[in-house]
């Protein structure tokens, strides 16, 4: 067995080691309902748990959205565009002395069909979820995870069966958060070369 051509070079895991070197996240816009109005907060650290329909994210208990989500047990999830970089962004300004958000006024939102919350307009798909449990003790996070109580996607984005996947990608690119600190806008992709045996 052969090392690696290149060095390995260790990093102290003294401190969390994320800002070492880039890896790849999706980015999602949360949103709960909190007092007469709602909260969207902008998560990396999320994706589906699971192959039946479940969703989680990374949270902790000093932001408002666990609270609202503990409180109302609902949440919904858009994943917006790479246009919409901006308002993923406004999501997380910090709050007012009031403890208000005014930046979320420049994200235009609509009401959600199934659970009493909102959805974020120009995203490309929506999820609504009912809360099914926080999992606390990761250090300083806490494991947030719905059920999907309901789901839909721009016809733009939707798969059909008489078009081409990368075809589709080109023409509405992903929004891949590239952590720490960058994004990228994903239109070019190819078919993962699955083993002529593989199942799931
Ligand atoms: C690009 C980006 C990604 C983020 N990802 C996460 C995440 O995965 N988990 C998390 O707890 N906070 C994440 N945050 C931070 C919170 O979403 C942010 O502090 C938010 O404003 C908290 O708002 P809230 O108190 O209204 O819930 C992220 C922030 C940014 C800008």
Same mark, same amino acid.
Request: proline share 8%.
């Given at each position: 067995m052969e090392r690696p051509a290149h060095g390995h070079v260790p990093v102290?895991?003294?401190?969390?080691?994320?800002?070492r070197f880039y890896?790849?996240?999706?980015?999602?816009?949360?949103?709960?309902?909190?007092? &007469?109005?709602? &909260? $969207?907060?902008?998560?990396?650290? @999320?994706?589906?748990?699971?192959?039946?329909? /479940?969703? !989680?994210?990374?949270? %902790?208990?000093?932001? +408002?959205? #666990? +609270?609202?989500?503990?409180?109302?047990?609902?949440?919904?999830?858009?994943?917006?565009?790479?246009? #919409?970089?901006?308002?993923? *962004?406004?999501? @997380?300004?910090?709050?007012?002395?009031? *403890?208000?958000?005014? %930046?979320?006024?420049? =994200?235009?939102?609509?009401?959600?069909?199934?659970? &009493?919350?909102?959805?974020?307009?120009? +995203? /490309?798909?929506?999820?609504? !979820?009912?809360? &099914?449990?926080?999992?606390?003790?990761?250090?300083?996070?806490?494991?947030?995870?719905?059920?999907?109580?309901?789901?839909?996607?721009?016809?733009?984005?939707?798969?059909? %069966?008489?078009?081409?996947?990368?075809?589709? =990608?080109?023409?509405?690119?992903?929004?891949? /958060?590239?952590?720490?600190?960058?994004?990228? *806008?994903?239109?070019?992709?190819? %078919?993962?070369?699955?083993?002529?045996?593989?199942? $799931?």
């Amino acid at each position: 067995m052969e090392r690696p051509a290149h060095g390995h070079v260790p990093v102290s895991i003294e401190t969390p080691i994320w800002s070492r070197f880039y890896t790849i996240a999706p980015l999602v816009i949360v949103g709960t309902r909190e007092g &007469d109005g709602h &909260d $969207l907060a902008p998560k990396h650290m @999320a994706m589906p748990l699971g192959w039946d329909n /479940y969703f !989680c994210f990374v949270c %902790s208990p000093e932001h +408002a959205t #666990q +609270a609202n989500a503990q409180r109302t047990r609902q949440f919904t999830v858009s994943f917006p565009r790479p246009e #919409q970089i901006v308002e993923a *962004s406004l999501a @997380a300004a910090p709050r007012e002395e009031d *403890s208000s958000k005014p %930046s979320l006024a420049a =994200i235009p939102v609509f009401p959600a069909s199934t659970v &009493d919350g909102v959805l974020v307009r120009d +995203a /490309y798909l929506w999820l609504e !979820c009912e809360l &099914d449990r926080v999992v606390e003790g990761f250090g300083r996070n806490t494991l947030i995870v719905g059920r999907i109580v309901a789901a839909s996607v721009d016809e733009r984005a939707l798969r059909v %069966s008489d078009a081409d996947d990368a075809d589709l =990608i080109r023409q509405e690119p992903l929004l891949a /958060y590239v952590s720490p600190g960058r994004f990228a *806008s994903v239109s070019e992709s190819f %078919s993962f070369p699955y083993h002529v045996n593989f199942k $799931l």
